[in-house]
């Protein structure tokens, strides 16, 4: 793997090993190739994201669908 896309998955999180005492369940894990076909395993820590409810975009979607009726 090049370095030029090693370090931009680290901008974003990733890194090649997990800390000490780390639990996995709490790390999302990506597999990387490079072009001699070593893999390479990556690891970014799972934020907690506030899930998205669509309703407000749906309830906007429906008021536009019906103003074109």
Known sequence: M???KTSSLEKI???KSLP????I????????????GDATTLYRLI???????DT?????????FNALL
């Open 2 to 4: 090049s370095d030029k």
């Open 13 to 15: 999180g990733y890194v």
């Open 20 to 23: 000490k005492e780390a639990d």
């Open 25 to 36: 369940n709490d790390y999302e894990s990506i597999s990387i190739k490079n072009k001699n």
């Open 47 to 53: 934020e907690d994201k506030d899930n998205f409810d």
């Open 56 to 64: 407000s975009n749906f309830s906007n979607s429906w008021d536009v």
